[in-house]
């Protein structure tokens, strides 16, 4: 098995420097939105500007370089031990080369293992055998202050008036953006989540962010849905960094898993406009980044 220790740390400095063109591309179009002079288009472009300094010295982009999560589908042969040995040495060496913020603390002691190692949940790390003879590796850094704001809902829900089916989920997310206000460096993105248990349905709103900014749900009525959140997310008018405005969220992701008959969880997981994520691609020894 090839050491993909090096390969993985300039994943890292990608994800860490370098923001995705399609999470780029929707906070140029945004800038579009906002009313010359105002305070959101200032944010917007302050962004911008941080982003192309970020690209051009490759220094991180947010201060909080947020938790690294990798969803490794590797191909049978590959030894998950030892991919997760190499992506700790990376995260360790990009924490040493100042990529990664030093941010796995301790939860009893507060202190910092000051090289983003943790237990075996950081950086955390999802494996999933796949066919083919391709390894794919995504990572996504999540910040700190968007995870706060994610939010999970049981239906029904008769504070917000929300049932079990696609009116009481909108309900649900457009409640998580309401509180979301002035906190998680909007404009976001949301991964939304329908169903699983507690645990598999927050997962899977994180997972769902993997998808790109500009792409269609394959189902309809889902697709529809995600189309009416962003529109509707942004007549809320918190706008860029909550100063108002016509951007609230970039866009919105939606998933659907199965779930017990007694249960309907809805999961929000809120993402930051930093929207950190790149992909490696390991084919017949080469090695590519989307
Ligand atoms: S929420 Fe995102 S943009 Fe805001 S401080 Fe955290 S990582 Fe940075």
Same mark, same amino acid.
């Given at each position: 098995m090839i050491d993909l220790t090096d390969p993985i740390l300039e994943l890292i400095r990608l994800a860490a420097t370098d923001l995705p063109p399609d999470v780029e591309a929707g906070l140029r179009t945004a800038v579009g939105q906002e009313e010359p002079g105002s305070a959101a288009r200032g944010a917007l472009e302050t962004i911008l500007k941080n982003v192309e300094m970020a690209r051009q010295d490759s220094t991180p982009i947010c201060q909080d370089t947020g938790t690294p999560i990798f969803y490794v589908n590797y191909p049978e042969g590959w030894s998950t031990r030892l991919l997760r040995s190499q992506i700790q040495q990376a995260v360790a060496e990009a924490t040493r080369r100042a990529f990664l913020r030093p /941010?796995?603390? #301790?939860?009893?002691?507060?202190?910092?293992?000051? =090289? =983003?190692? &943790?237990?075996?949940? +950081?950086?955390?790390?999802? +494996?999933?055998?796949? #066919?083919?003879?391709?390894?794919?590796? #995504?990572?996504?850094?999540?910040? *700190? *202050?968007?995870?706060?704001? &994610?939010? @999970?809902?049981s239906l029904p829900n008769s504070e917000l008036g929300a049932g079990r089916d696609l009116a009481g989920v909108r309900k649900a997310a457009l409640d998580a953006v309401q509180k979301a206000q002035g906190k998680g460096c909007a404009p976001g993105i949301l991964g939304v989540a329908i169903g699983g248990d507690r645990g598999s349905s927050f997962l899977a709103s994180k997972e769902v962010l993997l998808r790109q900014l500009d792409d269609s749900n394959p189902d309809p009525e889902l697709d529809?849905?995600?189309?009416?959140?962003?529109?509707?997310? /942004? @007549?809320? &008018?918190? &706008?860029?960094?909550? +100063? *108002?405005? =016509?951007?609230?969220?970039?866009?919105?992701?939606?998933?659907?898993?199965?779930r017990l008959p007694a249960s309907f969880f809805v999961s929000v997981s809120y993402m930051c406009w930093a929207y950190r994520r790149r992909q490696m691609i390991v084919e017949e020894g080469q090695i590519t980044y989307n």
């Open positions: /941010n796995a603390v #301790d939860s009893l002691t507060g202190k910092n293992s000051g =090289n =983003n190692l &943790g237990d075996e949940h +950081f950086p955390t790390i999802h +494996f999933e055998e796949v #066919d083919g003879r391709i390894l794919k590796i #995504d990572l996504m850094l999540k910040g *700190g *202050g968007c995870e706060n704001v &994610g939010a @999970q809902y529809d849905l995600e189309k009416r959140l962003t529109r509707e997310a /942004n @007549q809320l &008018g918190i &706008g860029p960094m909550g +100063f *108002g405005g =016509n951007t609230t969220v970039l866009d919105t992701k939606i998933t659907s898993k199965h």
